[in-house]
């Protein structure tokens, strides 16, 4: 069993940055592929990031390749950098675990544990 609590959103100004983290409790936290998704008001949720159990292997959505970066360290966090963020980046931003069942892991289904999200919004 893995939980997962996001922290880090927040209202910031187009063109500006913000650091999303993910912590993870559990055991297994090493086993399993992460990745970011999102939701924005009245739309379907999104993939926005991935990276392997190792750390490596990261995939981006084209929306935000370029400017996001995914990262995870030794402990149990999953780290999503923002930069140059745009009005149409705001959403409630997810992280999620998962068994690697397929690489890059894009579809919600691939994931089996999710946190409660945190509120992203890009505004001036």
């Known amino acids: 069993q893995v939980q997962l609590v996001e922290s880090g959103g927040g209202l910031v100004q187009p063109g500006g940055s913000l650091r999303l983290s993910c912590a993870a409790s559990g055991r297994t936290f090493s086993s399993y592929v992460m990745g970011w998704f999102r939701q924005a008001p009245g739309k379907e949720r999104e993939f926005v990031a991935a990276?392997?159990?190792?750390?490596?292997?990261p995939y981006y959505a084209d929306s935000v390749k370029g400017r996001f970066t995914i990262s995870r360290d030794n402990g149990k966090n999953s780290y999503l950098q923002m930069n140059s963020l745009k009005p149409e980046d705001t959403a409630v931003y997810y992280c999620a675990a998962g068994p690697p069942r397929r690489v890059p892991a894009t579809l919600g289904s691939e994931y089996d544990y999710w946190g409660q999200g945190t509120q992203v919004t890009v505004s001036s």
């Open positions: 990276i392997s159990r190792s750390g490596g292997s």
